[in-house]
């Protein structure tokens, strides 16, 4: 049997990067899945946003492993859109066991220059968007009586600052804090809660040009040119992770392995976190 048969996991932000290799990485391990994304572009963010055929993408990923999604496209700000696929999901599965609160975006200016639209954007994804993420589907769970795992994606940013990125930052602090609250206030009904903390992941929200003039200050540069500026960010010497190490620490925390772990800042960073900078050799 694989590690989370029979559980049946809701995720956001599920039509690209992350949010697929979470489903996927789920999927391989025996759990259906409850997919959604806004599937649209945001003004204020620097990037495209993920599109209906890349969800359709994660649609058949998930049913080449033999397992069962409902997708749809919904907006994490919208707290009606999240029940109504909550809803559309229990209605087909009976039950949601784990929740992945894993919907992002990022833009970047100094925190004086931020607009408040970006402030906004920011801030109503990165966290009022996991909080109604939980509200949705939590209540279930707590209805049904047997437990189960939510796992809030928060970012070495939630743990440390990033100059340039402070209503990222604020945000992805907050889910930190948000995650020890739903904890405390979860473990009665024996729902665990835990925050995941990556450096920078490769996909798309990384790999475009904004980001990478963000972290170099150029304009222009390739993702070969790319490699060097951000591999300073980590004390491992390496760029960025990949999305599947992140799905694989969702994994343990989703599954028993991980029963009676709850309240926990699960870091997956390269050791970009580390007190101090190792040298890094050719």
């Known amino acids: 049997m694989g590690r989370v048969e029979g559980k049946v996991a809701f995720i956001t932000g599920a039509a690209r990067g992350q949010g697929r290799a979470h489903a996927i990485r789920l999927a391989e391990e025996g759990a259906d899945v409850i997919a959604v994304d806004i599937c649209q572009d945001i003004a204020t963010v620097p990037f495209p946003g993920a599109t209906e055929a890349d969800l359709r993408e994660t649609v058949k990923a998930v049913e080449a492993l033999d397992r069962r999604i409902v997708a749809q496209q919904a907006d994490v700000r919208d707290l009606g859109a999240l029940q109504r696929v909550v809803d559309e999901g229990l209605s087909q599965f009976g039950h949601i066991d784990v929740v992945c609160a894993n919907a992002g975006i990022g833009s970047m200016a100094p925190a004086l220059e931020l607009t408040e639209e970006q402030w906004q954007d920011v801030v109503d994804v990165n966290l009022t968007g996991v909080w109604k993420t939980v509200k949705a589907a939590a209540p279930s769970m707590v209805e049904r009586g047997q437990g189960g795992s939510i796992v809030l994606t928060s970012s070495a940013a939630g743990l440390m600052a990033y100059p340039n990125l402070a209503h990222y930052t604020a945000a992805k602090h907050g889910v930190t804090g948000l995650m020890r609250v739903l904890a405390v206030e979860l473990a ?95």
């Open 188 to 282: 009665p009904h024996m729902i665990r809660v835990n925050s995941v903390h990556p450096t920078t992941v490769d996909t798309p929200m990384v790999q475009n040009p904004a980001t990478y003039e963000l972290f170099t200050g150029r304009q222009g540069v390739s993702r070969e040119e790319a490699v060097e500026a951000f591999k300073p960010l980590n004390a491992l010497p390496i760029p960025w992770i990949e999305a599947v190490d992140v799905s694989n620490a969702i994994l343990y925390l989703a599954s028993d392995e991980s029963r009676y772990v709850t309240g926990t800042t699960m870091v997956i960073d390269a050791g970009a976190m580390a007190a101090y900078k190792i040298p890094h050799q050719a």
